[in-house]
Each structure stands twice: as C-alpha cells, then as structure tokens.
C-alpha cells in the first residue's frame, strides 16, 4: 500500500499564474481532506470531502482556490490565480470514516509550492 | 475559539534524559488529543491520540481536562526521537484536525 500521494512534490510558479495539486487517496478511504502550512505558521485545515461531496470547506480561504474531487477517488485543488502568500506545503489525508477506530487521518507528503 | 498552543519551538534534550514537550488548547466541548510526528524526509504520522491511551515509542501523553493540557513525556529520550512533534485537536462536531505550530526535538549525544 503506496499511502496518500500528492504531486507533484514541488512547484515553483510566478505571480498571476494557476497551479493544480492532486492527491490520491487511500483506497477505500471515503474521507479526503487538504490542509496547509504557510511559513511561519500552523497546519490549516483547507476542506473536507466525503466521497465527491465537500463537507466541510469552512478553511478554503477565498475564491481563487477551488478543490474537485469528481467520482470521489482522487482530489485536485487549483488556484488561480496563485499570489505570495499562497507559498506553503499543502498536505492531503485520508480517513476511512467517523468512529473510533476508522478516523485516523493519515497524510501525504505534502506540495511544496512556491509562488515567485 | 479553537486553538492548540505549544509554547517551546524547539526544545534540545540530551540522549537518556526525560523529555516533556507542552500542549494546552482551547476548546468548547469535548475534542479528542493527538500528538503527530514528522521525521526528517518523512511525511506527518499519528504518534498517539489521548483515547486509546497507549504507549507509543516510550511516548505517553495523558489529557489533564482541568488544565486543558496534553502533554507528551518519555523517561529517556533516544537520539531517534530527533523530529517535529504537533499537538492536535480534532473536535465533537467534525473531523478537521487543528495543529499548534509544532515543536522540534533535538536529542544530543
């Protein structure tokens, strides 16, 4: 079992321009969710899905990001257009469900972007 | 509001002594505790979560209600304890994590 994978590892892009980062879940994991760190500061909680549906996007932090999670296997999060502050490591997790025993989040390795 | 606090950004402790590393959080109602761990080239992992109450690696970490506290403790640090430790919560309404900023072991020889 690969884990949760994310690509690509790293990029590196200018102001103005779009970048679009996937994940690949665990297999059989319904729960998706991307966080980010920002330089300086904590892991934030981006969104979550439940299978396609976006349960939870309370974190996203404005409109030029947008995340898809079409026939509820892999998920992609476009932004566009990036800004400075945009630069960070974007993480991506998976869970199989609520309850105990089945919510443990597990993570990718993380999108290393950076917006010039 | 929600919040995980982790005072020490980095903390350096010498091989075979005790390590403490501090969490308090801020939260209305009853979250569940986690501490996660990221060594170096590796990607962020569950290290133990305040429910199961177990010993992970020599780790535990015990949920002090009244103190709003997690701290996590190990009798005798090993230099593979060397890595980025985060104090998460995840609350009784939803399943987002929310993290402190983390706090980096140093073990010495």
């Known amino acids: 079992e690969a884990g949760v994978t994310q690509f690509p590892s790293h990029s590196v892009i200018e102001k103005g321009q779009t970048v679009t980062l996937r994940c690949d879940p665990i297999s059989g994991h319904d729960n998706l969710y991307w966080y980010r760190r920002v330089m300086g500061k904590e892991i934030k909680f981006l969104l979550h899905?439940?299978?396609?549906?976006?349960?939870?996007e309370s974190g996203m932090p404005n409109n030029r990001f947008l995340a898809e999670r079409t026939g509820g296997t892999y998920s992609t999060l476009k932004v566009q257009p990036a800004e400075l502050e945009d630069s960070g490591v974007y993480f991506c997790?998976?869970?199989?469900?609520?309850?105990?025993?089945?919510?443990?989040?597990?993570f990718g390795p993380g999108t290393r972007l950076t917006v010039l | 509001a929600q919040r995980v606090t982790q005072p020490e950004k980095l903390l350096s402790v010498f091989k075979g002594a005790p390590v403490e590393l501090k969490c308090n959080y801020s939260?209305?109602?009853?979250?569940?505790l986690f501490w996660y761990v990221q060594y170096s080239r590796q990607r962020l992992q569950l290290l133990l979560r305040?429910?199961s109450r177990e010993s992970i690696k020599g780790f535990t970490a015990d949920l002090n209600k009244g103190e709003t506290s997690f701290h996590l403790k190990k009798p005798f640090a090993q230099e593979e304890d060397s890595a980025m430790y985060y104090c998460?919560?995840?609350?009784?309404?939803?399943?987002?994590?929310?993290f402190g900023k983390g706090t980096r072991l140093h073990i010495l020889p």
């Open positions: 899905f439940v299978k396609e549906s976006k349960q939870d």
């Open positions: 997790a998976s869970s199989l469900g609520p309850g105990l025993g089945r919510n443990e989040q597990f």
């Open positions: 305040h429910i």
């Open positions: 939260y209305s109602g009853s979250p569940e």
């Open positions: 998460a919560l995840s609350g009784d309404r939803d399943d987002k994590i929310i």
